[in-house]
């Protein structure tokens, strides 16, 4: 049974579909960019007609969403509840006051972006409420996904295809990894640090998810220098640190992501963070040199 295999680019970012039998993946495909398409439609703060985009638009008042809308919020504020606020979803003023009010594909051509004299204050995300159609935010709130979103997304998609078509699926949005559906051998992948990158490790994946969160990528200058789209809640900016990307394992993909943000702004207590919490990780430190944590994979032979 040969594998099928479809890449294209969406969110800014590569979307890599893979599955075990090459003559489901034109199904898999249009299953795959529906669902892509309903999660922008619904979770996208750069569209104007989002539902994210009408739900900012009303801080402290309920405002009737998509559920598809109301299950990311709940994956967003579980990821602050686990992190204590490591990761948190209400850091999209701090975002754009450091200029990301816009598609990142927009955000690189700008030039002269200023930074601000002063952290925007982070709202309660304990504040947060919803019900099965209706969501509500504290005032002074902009809701951002950006931090489980992709991951999430990448869940939802493996998840779909391996049950409506019943086959071995392997989805990754942009180093949000996740696989799913009837067992096969090892799925081959190269953990990297960048989509381009020359450099990384080569790794057998049979189940379960990975992420990959790096303050290389996502990134633009500004008049004081690089920013990125990873906002320490502690500080209100760009985080900064001993850790510049990790990749971490997890049951799923929005799992991992959680774990290799929230190491991101630990920086230097990040490796004893992930091992009490049981992740195995791989760390690239802010001088390039590798630390791994846990049962970190050995290297394969790349395919």
Avoid at 213 to 242: E, F, N
Avoid at 272 to 291: F, T
Wanted: charge should be negative.
């Amino acid at each position: 049974m040969a594998t099928g295999m479809a890449r294209w680019r969406a969110w800014s970012t590569y979307v890599h579909l893979y599955v075990d039998d090459e003559a489901l993946l034109p199904r898999a495909e249009v299953l795959t960019r529906q669902l892509l398409d309903d999660v922008d439609r619904t979770c996208s703060r750069f569209r104007e007609d989002s539902d994210l985009s009408r739900l900012n638009a009303a801080p402290g008042r309920w405002v009737e969403v998509d559920p598809l809308l109301v299950a990311a919020t709940r994956v967003a504020v579980d990821a602050a509840r686990i992190t204590d606020g490591l990761v948190d979803p209400c850091v999209g003023r701090a975002l754009v006051s450091w200029g990301y009010d816009v598609d990142l594909d927009v955000l690189v051509r700008r030039s002269g972006v200023a930074v601000p004299d002063v952290a925007a204050p982070l709202p309660d995300w304990r504040e947060i409420r919803w019900d099965d159609g209706a969501l509500l935010v504290p005032q002074d709130c902009l809701l951002d996904l950006g931090a489980t979103a992709k991951a999430w997304a990448a869940d939802l998609v493996a998840e779909t295809l391996a049950d409506e078509l019943g086959c071995g699926v392997l989805v990754s949005l942009g180093g949000d990894v996740r696989v799913a559906g009837r067992a096969t051998s090892a799925w081959p992948l190269r953990v990297t640090e960048t989509e381009h990158s020359g450099h990384g490790q080569a790794v057998g994946l049979s189940s379960g998810g990975m992420a990959t969160s790096t303050i290389l990528a996502r990134r633009w200058r500004t008049d004081g220098g690089w920013a990125h789209h990873l906002i320490d809640p502690r500080t209100g900016a760009p985080v900064t640190g001993a850790v510049r990307t990790a990749t971490t394992l997890g049951e799923a993909a929005v799992g991992a992501n959680v774990a290799s943000t929230a190491a991101l702004v630990l920086g230097a207590e990040a490796a004893g963070w992930l091992a009490d919490r049981g992740v195995h990780a791989r760390l690239v430190l802010a001088d390039g040199s590798v630390r791994t944590v846990g049962e970190w994979p050995a290297e394969v032979e790349a395919a």
